[in-house]
């Protein structure tokens, strides 16, 4: 039902197009058919005018070669606009989504939907003018046998009810096979992300190197499997449908040796269902097609769907409160994951925490202690499920969250480096040089037209680029999470006694998650995590 509205969602801003393409392809169709009527009567009308018969004919194919053209232009523009319609939606729908929403569909799934589901909407798209053209010539073709002889017309719909039955049970199969197929294309995408993305991990690891390798063989040999069952079961249909045409010819001749039939009704019959073979044919060579679209539509849906409830936190209203963040506060908050299989949900929480307007503050703990999840929901990246986000003392609300966000400059653990400045001004510009001397990277980098020369770097270098964003950001709560863990240990010093200084002095609200336990004495205040709870608060000890 999902995939059902979905579709009519997408499809209605196109209707107008999409319904004249139908028709001019359905016309095309009707006028294709027309033409078999006129060669017949042709043939078995010798009085007949025959400029009459040229002038019908010229006209049909005037008709018929028109309504094709308009047809396949307008359903390839439709196709076109689906195709940039759900490219875009489902990039703002994933912006805006909420981050645990992201992290729950996993990258390689959202890139397989985004890809390969789109695409093979749009590819059916691109076909379907050709299967409306092949479904109006075999209507006309019929509507014609059933002028031509209403007892032979009943033979034919006899059979052609039987290979209708047929096509259906196929499609069916081959649905339900197409469905496996697509759920395995999100575990090819994940391995082709591991030999890619891990290729220096597997080159020095043989035994990764073999699992990994094999995990992705089994993966392509299951989908090739599938797609050669459902592609044998649609093929097999198609020449079930073949001999449809034999064995119907064939009863037609026989009817017309014992029923009183006349010349131009058997001949007509013959000519149609020789003719109307191909349409047929096309029809049932595009069911696989069609099947693919079903499976990716329903992938697409469901994306949407989850994704779509996000969308309102992405808000153009004011904050109500003042610009100047005085305070932000996390009261009695409780966030838990999803289980997983047998293993227990990280819970955090109750957490009670007030962080004031120019405080330096340190967060440390052991590694999966929540750190991570707790300047998540400070950031407003993920909502409390129980407890309030404040901020001045005011609760924060869901529309208010991108206002709120827009205070905050951050760089995670798993931070994304852009290779582009957000802004291009000669005064950025001047300042992005000034942070890339400052930071020791002006050797490596250089700045053109607004975007990094490179961002091929060592991983301690890559944070220093992520920083001078933050820099040019020029936000008021600073958020950085293990920042220093890659840096050598002279800009380590640097980084500490020199940078977070300075950003103090400039008023920033730092939050830094750290494990230099000999830089602790640089916060004012530091807090411990543990199991998801703050088990110690250290009083200020700057200045030691």
């Not at 801003?13 to 139908?22: C, D, G, K, V």
């Not at 010539?137 to 059933?146: D, N, R, W």
């Not at 849906?301 to 209203?317: F, H, I, P, V, Y």
Request: with cysteine; proline share 3%.
């Amino acid at each position: 039902m999902t995939t059902l509205v979905e579709s009519f969602r997408i499809l209605r801003s196109f209707w107008p197009m999409a319904l004249f393409a139908t028709i001019a392809g359905g016309v095309s169709g009707l006028a294709s058919a027309a033409l078999l009527a006129t060669v017949n009567r042709a043939v078995h009308t010798p009085g007949e005018s025959v400029l009459s018969i040229l002038a019908a004919f010229a006209g049909l194919c005037v008709v018929s070669l028109a309504g094709e053209l308009l047809g396949n232009i307008g359903n390839n523009l439709v196709g076109q606009k689906i195709i940039a319609k759900l490219r875009k939606e489902l990039s703002v729908k994933i912006v805006a989504a909420p981050i645990a929403e992201i992290e729950r569909f996993q990258p390689h799934r959202l890139i397989t939907i985004l890809g390969h589901d789109v695409d093979t909407i749009g590819g059916f798209t691109f076909n379907f003018s050709m299967i409306v053209i092949a479904f109006s010539i075999t209507v006309g073709c019929f509507v014609y046998l059933a002028m031509l002889s209403p007892i032979m017309f009943g033979v034919v719909m006899a059979a052609a009810a039987l290979m209708f039955a047929g096509q259906m049970l196929a499609s069916k199969v081959g649905v339900e096979s197409y469905y496996a197929v697509r759920s395995a294309h999100d575990d090819l995408q994940k391995y082709y992300r591991a030999i890619i993305e891990g290729a220096k991990e597997i080159r020095i690891s043989g035994e990764r190197r073999t699992r990994t390798l094999g995990h992705l063989a089994r993966t392509i040999e299951q989908i090739s499997e599938r797609f050669v069952y459902a592609t044998r079961i649609f093929f097999i249909a198609r020449t079930s449908s073949s001999l449809f045409f034999y064995v119907t010819i064939f009863a037609v001749l026989a009817l017309s040796t014992r029923v009183r039939v006349a010349d131009t009704a058997v001949s007509g019959f013959i000519l149609v269902l020789l003719y109307v073979r191909g349409p047929i044919e096309q029809i049932i060579t595009a069911m696989p097609l069609f099947s693919q679209a079903q499976a990716s539509f329903k992938k697409v849906a469901e994306l949407s769907t989850a994704m779509g409830a996000g969308s309102r936190s992405l808000s153009t209203k004011p904050l109500a409160i003042d610009f100047s963040v005085a305070s932000i506060e996390l009261r009695d908050v409780c966030y838990q994951f999803p289980a997983q299989d047998a293993v227990e949900p990280f819970m955090l929480g109750p957490v009670n925490l007030t962080i004031t307007a120019g405080e330096t503050l340190f967060i440390i703990g052991k590694n999966g202690c929540g750190k991570t999840t707790l300047i998540k929901l400070l950031m407003g990246l993920y909502w409390p499920q129980q407890g309030q986000l404040l901020c001045n003392g005011e609760p924060i609300q869901p529309d208010q969250l991108d206002a709120y966000r827009q205070r905050f400059s951050a760089i995670f653990f798993d931070y994304y480096l852009f290779d582009d400045l957000v802004a291009v001004d000669q005064f950025t510009l001047r300042q992005a040089e000034h942070y890339l001397k400052k930071l020791e990277i002006a050797n490596k980098v250089t700045i053109r037209d607004g975007v990094f020369s490179t961002i091929d770097l060592s991983t301690g270098q890559r944070k220093r680029l992520a920083l001078i964003h933050v820099l040019l950001e020029d936000r008021p709560i600073v958020v950085l999470d293990e920042w220093a863990a890659d840096q050598d240990p002279s800009f380590r010093r640097v980084f500490y006694e020199e940078l977070l200084p300075d950003m103090k002095q400039r008023g920033k609200t730092l939050i830094v998650i750290s494990h230099d336990d000999s830089y602790l004495h640089i916060a004012d205040r530091v807090i411990e995590m543990d199991a998801g709870r703050i088990v110690e608060r250290q009083p200020s000890v700057a200045g030691c």
